[in-house]
């Protein structure tokens, strides 16, 4: 099984969670991705949310909540590492050329839109941790 990392933000308004749902794939996803060269996990953070939803990173917020595996969405035979935090964002989402669009997801809403990691284990730790009620 191959392994991919990514850096993934939870940020939370209203007792819901900012997610987003890319062009190539059928579920939706934390924003974030994949550090590029010898970028820290803050400095991959504010680079994909400008790219995501042209919104930047209130660094100040910026908390670790720890490291999520599961089966990557629309790959089966990829292993999903996300090392993820919380914090605030700078800004109105405006989806870009890589995001259809974006929303904000409460406990009660249909699960069966979200990404495997996110379904079976972030979702299960925000709820567990009171992240989210």
Known sequence: ???????????????????????????????????????????????????????????????????????AEGEDDVLLTIELYQGKIKGNPKPSREIEGYLWFGAEADREILSPIIKNKILPFLLENKIIA
């Open 1 to 71: 099984m191959r392994k991919v990392s990514k850096i993934g933000l939870i940020v939370v308004e209203k007792n819901k969670i900012l997610l987003v749902k890319k062009k190539t794939l059928k579920k939706v996803i934390t924003p974030g991705g994949k550090p590029e060269g010898r970028e820290n996990h803050e400095a991959c953070l504010e680079r994909e949310l400008k790219e995501e939803l042209e919104v930047s990173l209130d660094k100040s917020s910026l908390q670790f909540l720890g490291t999520f595996e599961d089966v």
